[in-house]
T-cell receptor, first 114, second 113 residues
Framework: AQSVTQLGSHVSVSEGALVLLRCNYS??????LFWYVQYPNQGLQLLLK??????LVKGINGFEAEFKKSETSFHLTKPSAHMSDAAEYFC????????????FGTGTLLAVQP | GAGVSQSPSNKVTEKGKDVELRCDPI?????LYWYRQSLGQGLEFLIY????????KSGLPSDRFSAERTGGSVSTLTIQRTQQEDSAVYLC???????????FGPGTRLLVL
């Protein structure tokens, strides 16, 4: 069965600092990989996704993630944090080749300090 | 264009009552998903509809939970004889056929007293 692990339920960075949110997955075959962001009292918004092709994917709001098959990782980064990035971030996988259910990690709450 | 909408946005009910939660997907999206977000369990898949195919109900936690999708569009999630552990945010998502991105609604926050 596929699973997703997000290391660090809470991450705090200073404004302008690098953001690194970690995600590892377990799957017998490379799945589709996603990062979603959730602002307070709102639904989930897609930041970026990896399906096939280039392993470095760029998303909205300056975020990017790199799919590393050898490490079964899909870490999310942003070079310079902004106050507006404070939110909860979820990594998710779905079986490749099928539009199917998403399996989510437990989420990482990002705080940005002034 | 209009996104996924859900109603009600908040629902407070008493233990043992039935509740219905509604989801209006993005027009033209053939796939529809329900998820539950709770403090103890995180984000969990509940059920998936794709066109006229039989739904994937593998995530429904008990037989008190059911869902239907009428006319390939609007979906209703029904929880019978609600329990306090049903308190959660219920999220709906939709996606176009053969596309992997799911678009989420704002959720319904359910509180069972």
């Amino acid at each position: 069965a596929q699973s997703v692990t997000q290391l660090g339920s809470h991450v705090s960075v200073s404004e302008g600092a690098l953001v690194l949110l970690r995600c590892n997955y377990s799957s017998s075959v490379p799945p589709y990989l996603f990062w979603y962001v959730q602002y307070p009292n709102q639904g989930l918004q897609l930041l970026l996704k990896y399906t096939t092709g280039a392993t470095l994917v760029k998303g909205i709001n300056g975020f990017e993630a790199e799919f590393k098959k050898s490490e079964t990782s899909f870490h999310l980064t942003k070079p310079s944090a902004h106050m507006s990035d404070a939110a909860e971030y979820f990594c998710a996988v779905s079986p490749s080749g099928a539009t199917n259910k998403l399996i989510f990690g437990t989420g990482t709450l990002l705080a940005v300090q002034p | 264009g209009a996104g996924v909408s859900q109603s009600p946005s908040n629902k407070v009910t008493e233990k043992g009552k039935d509740v219905e939660l509604r989801c209006d997907p993005i027009s033209g999206h053939t796939a529809l998903y329900w998820y539950r977000q709770s403090l103890g369990q995180g984000l969990e898949f509940l059920i998936y509809f794709q066109g006229n195919s039989a739904p994937d109900k593998s995530g429904l936690p008990s037989d008190r939970f059911s869902a239907e999708r009428t006319g390939g569009s609007v979906s209703t999630l029904t929880i019978q004889r609600t329990q306090q552990e049903d308190s959660a945010v219920y999220l709906c998502a939709s996606s176009p056929e053969y596309q992997e991105t799911q678009y989420f609604g704002p959720g319904t926050r359910l509180l069972v007293l």
